[in-house]
């Protein structure tokens, strides 16, 4: 499968196409989003030179790219939107219109508790007609103001064996045409999008999949622990940025590596920025960033 790049949308600030604000956090809702990492990510991004070729492996909600080409106008950013967060960013105005039909059932509980009876079976009716009628319901983000404890579900039918609780989002999404400006945008394997930048000078990749052993469920594809071993090949040789988290067993597993020499670790020239995070009150976990110096 050839590579194939969409455009993005162009915003001009400083004689260039890049965004005119910046985000520390994904516009929409996102399973794995770094907003937590933003600033420690900046910091870091900010250190590479001009000529750099960022190249975004497993894009997901686009914010590491994003930043990185706030921070880096000039900069070749290539953002692999392999899950289509673009199409939800360009329905967010049918996404707020959903959520304005939805949000007076909704107001008829109190706030945070559970939706039963008719008003129930009116928000389903609400969200069948939409996606009759329109053809595309952001059941990710429609989630997040139905579902407790970050269970995101991506159709009618799974949305339909959960209970709905008052978690209405009070305003409407901001409109963000400029969030993805200046981007290249390509939709494809992370492995084969690797293959084709990984002899370009200069290249960092930014290397964010599925958590192992953590909760993978709104991405495209089931991810096994054989998977997460193939990401570690990309790593060797090349400048990066990896981020993974304590529920994950990889950096022990590279320890162990590290620890046979005829194997090595490929984080033994890393540095490290670790983040406590939690899902809800009572899960917590530690999420981790390990990057090979700029030079």
């Known amino acids: 499968m050839s590579l194939k790049f969409c ?25 794995g989003q770094k907003r937590m990492f933003a600033r420690r990510f900046i910091d870091i991004i900010k250190q590479y030179p001009a000529g750099t070729v960022f190249v975004d492996l497993f894009g997901g909600s686009g914010l590491l790219s994003h930043i990185t080409k706030y921070h880096h106008p000039r900069a070749r950013v290539i953002y692999n939107d392999f899950d289509n967060y ?30 039963t009876g008719v008003a129930r079976d009116r928000i389903i009716d609400v969200i069948t007609r939409e996606e009759r009628d329109y053809g595309y319901v952001d059941y990710i983000t429609l989630s997040a103001s139905l579902l407790f404890s970050m269970k995101y579900r991506t159709s009618l039918e799974a949305l339909r064996k959960e209970g709905f609780y008052n978690r209405i989002r009070q305003t409407d999404y901001p409109i963000c045409s400029d969030y ?36 993978a469920g709104t991405y495209s594809e089931s991810w096994r622990l054989a998977d997460y071993l193939d990401v570690l090949t990309v790593l060797a040789g090349h400048n990066f940025i990896y981020f993974t988290s304590d529920k994950s067993s990889i950096i022990e597993l590279c320890e162990w590596m590290g620890r046979h020499q005829s194997m090595g670790s490929p984080f033994e020239r890393c540095l490290r920025a670790d983040f406590n995070a939690s899902m809800n009150f009572n899960a917590h976990y530690t999420d981790i960033m390990l990057f090979t110096p700029p030079q």
């Open 86 to 115: 673009r199409r939800r960013i360009a329905n967010i105005p049918r996404t707020n219109a959903l959520l304005q039909s939805i949000r007076p059932i909704a107001s008829e509980f109190p706030r945070n508790k559970l939706i």
């Open 180 to 215: 993805l400006s200046g981007l290249e945008i390509v939709s494809c394997d992370y492995m084969e999008l690797f293959e084709h930048y990984k002899d370009t000078p200069g290249v960092v990749f930014l290397v964010d999949p599925p958590y192992l052993f953590t909760e």
């Open 7 to 31: 455009n993005s949308t162009e915003n001009i600030r400083g004689g260039v196409n890049c965004p005119s604000k910046l985000h520390l956090s994904a516009p929409l809702p996102f399973v």
